[in-house]
């Protein structure tokens, strides 16, 4: 009995951990599957904290945005830990016709869903954020846009899981799914057999080869991304900060350091068996960005830097819900580096999908069904 539950969960980080909370939270029995030996070791310990709308694909939108009214304003006490959640905006840089062009298309799509956010010109930029360099001369502003601490958020998730009896179990690595009676069923590790009426794959890229086990092919690739967190700094802005081209994102933290990502351009070349390590070109580049973008961040030092791997899909949003092939399979994966912001509402409406049947927003437009041919 202790290998089997309700629902097991591949991957420890925080959109397994917010589905078991929620599916706690509903009287589900749940078992956590992590492969590495610590809780949150993918993106959920490698990224930027966003918590945004703007600059997001249309069709993940209702989801974000249910989760940023509904959810987030309430999630460090209901997880009982301090998720340094700041709603104070996001401005999404430009600097040219091209990146103003790019920042008009993202913000009509997103109006056209419900979202408060518009363009504004370089002027109202530095009047929002004086820091700013004049070569800013457009943005798209969001107001309710904001960021958060990935690791004490993932933290919270967990630990307000377990007390509601989620069991977790670290360095048990998934390499089979299989079916029984045309039903997914089992989960294969390399000592165990687990047991469950519903199996959510969480498992950022590795979900790919897990879910080839069964027969799923989902169109996904990983792309390393590399950030810096600097010295702390007197306090300077709360707002979150990216660009047109999503090649840079940052903001500052509640105890002053910045938090700063982005890319060179270059394709990475990893020499360290698959794990993700940073690059001698990546840091300095995203550095020169930054030196672009905030002229009095020149003398900044930097602490430390760190790389992860985003799961990226081939059409740029995650695959969410149910497999008509495989009964008894949930995907929750493919989040393309922004999976953090919108965790809680996955969590959330995956929870409702599995117990209840049925989800407050509608996902119809991320569910795997849509790589089928068309006939």
Same mark, same amino acid.
């Given at each position: 009995?202790?290998?089997?539950?309700?629902?097991?969960?591949?991957?420890?980080?925080?959109?397994?951990?917010?589905?078991?909370?929620?599916?706690a939270k509903k009287g589900t029995d749940v078992i956590v599957l992590e492969g590495s030996d610590h809780i949150g070791n993918g993106g959920s310990s490698r990224n930027g904290g966003g918590v945004r709308q703007s600059g997001r694909d249309p069709r993940e939108l209702p989801l974000v945005m249910y989760g940023i009214k509904n959810l987030w304003p309430s999630l460090s006490e209901e997880l009982e830990v301090d998720c340094e959640y700041h709603q104070d905006g996001n401005l999404r840089l430009g600097k040219n016709d091209k990146h103003k062009q790019i920042l008009e298309g993202l913000t009509e799509r997103a109006v056209k869903v419900g979202l408060d956010v518009r363009m504004i010109d370089?002027?109202?930029?530095?009047?929002?954020?004086?820091?700013?360099?004049?070569?800013?001369?457009?943005?798209?502003?969001?107001?309710?846009d904001g960021h958060a601490n990935p690791l004490t958020t993932t933290l919270g998730f967990y630990k307000?899981?377990?007390?509601?009896?989620?069991?977790?179990?670290?360095?048990?690595?998934?390499?089979?799914?299989?079916?029984?009676?045309?039903?997914?069923?089992? &989960?294969?590790?390399?000592? @165990?057999?687990? *047991?469950?009426?519903?199996? #959510?794959? =969480?498992? %950022?890229?590795?979900?790919?080869?897990?879910?080839?086990?069964?027969?799923?092919?989902?169109?996904?690739?990983?792309?390393?991304?590399?950030?810096?967190?600097?010295?702390?700094?007197?306090?300077?802005?709360?707002?979150?900060?990216g660009t047109a081209e999503a090649?840079?994102?940052?903001?500052?933290?509640?105890?002053?350091?910045?938090?700063?990502g982005g890319s060179s351009g270059y394709e990475a070349v990893n020499k360290d068996n698959g794990t993700p390590i940073c690059s001698s070109i990546t840091a300095p580049c995203i550095c020169r960005g930054i030196m672009k973008y905030f002229p009095d961040l020149a003398d900044a030092k930097i602490v430390r830097t760190w790389a992860g791997w985003a799961d990226q899909m081939k059409d740029g &949003?995650?695959?969410?819900? @149910?497999?008509? *092939?495989?009964?008894?399979? #949930?995907? =929750?994966? %493919?989040?393309?580096?922004?999976?953090f912001g919108i965790a809680p509402a996955i969590g959330h409406e995956l929870?409702?999908?599995?117990?209840?049947?049925k989800t407050s927003?509608?996902?119809?437009?991320?569910?795997?069904?849509r790589f089928k041919a068309k006939i």
């Amino acid at each position: 009995m202790a290998n089997t539950a309700d629902v097991i969960i591949i991957g420890g980080g925080i959109i397994g951990n917010a589905i078991a909370y929620y599916l706690a939270k509903k009287g589900t029995d749940v078992i956590v599957l992590e492969g590495s030996d610590h809780i949150g070791n993918g993106g959920s310990s490698r990224n930027g904290g966003g918590v945004r709308q703007s600059g997001r694909d249309p069709r993940e939108l209702p989801l974000v945005m249910y989760g940023i009214k509904n959810l987030w304003p309430s999630l460090s006490e209901e997880l009982e830990v301090d998720c340094e959640y700041h709603q104070d905006g996001n401005l999404r840089l430009g600097k040219n016709d091209k990146h103003k062009q790019i920042l008009e298309g993202l913000t009509e799509r997103a109006v056209k869903v419900g979202l408060d956010v518009r363009m504004i010109d370089g002027d109202e930029v530095r009047r929002i954020n004086p820091y700013l360099s004049d070569e800013v001369t457009c943005a798209s502003w969001c107001p309710t846009d904001g960021h958060a601490n990935p690791l004490t958020t993932t933290l919270g998730f967990y630990k307000t899981a377990r007390k509601h009896g989620v069991r977790f179990i670290t360095g048990e690595k998934v390499i089979e799914l299989k079916k029984i009676k045309g039903r997914l069923r089992q &989960v294969i590790t390399p000592n @165990n057999i687990y *047991e469950a009426d519903t199996v #959510v794959v =969480a498992a %950022g890229y590795e979900s790919k080869e897990i879910l080839g086990t069964v027969g799923i092919d989902v169109p996904m690739s990983r792309v390393l991304i590399e950030a810096l967190v600097t010295e702390a700094e007197p306090h300077m802005f709360d707002q979150m900060l990216g660009t047109a081209e999503a090649d840079f994102y940052g903001h500052q933290t509640k105890h002053g350091s910045f938090v700063f990502g982005g890319s060179s351009g270059y394709e990475a070349v990893n020499k360290d068996n698959g794990t993700p390590i940073c690059s001698s070109i990546t840091a300095p580049c995203i550095c020169r960005g930054i030196m672009k973008y905030f002229p009095d961040l020149a003398d900044a030092k930097i602490v430390r830097t760190w790389a992860g791997w985003a799961d990226q899909m081939k059409d740029g &949003v995650p695959v969410l819900g @149910n497999v008509s *092939e495989v009964p008894g399979l #949930v995907l =929750a994966t %493919g989040f393309c580096g922004h999976g953090f912001g919108i965790a809680p509402a996955i969590g959330h409406e995956l929870a409702g999908l599995i117990v209840d049947g049925k989800t407050s927003i509608d996902i119809n437009a991320l569910r795997y069904d849509r790589f089928k041919a068309k006939i």
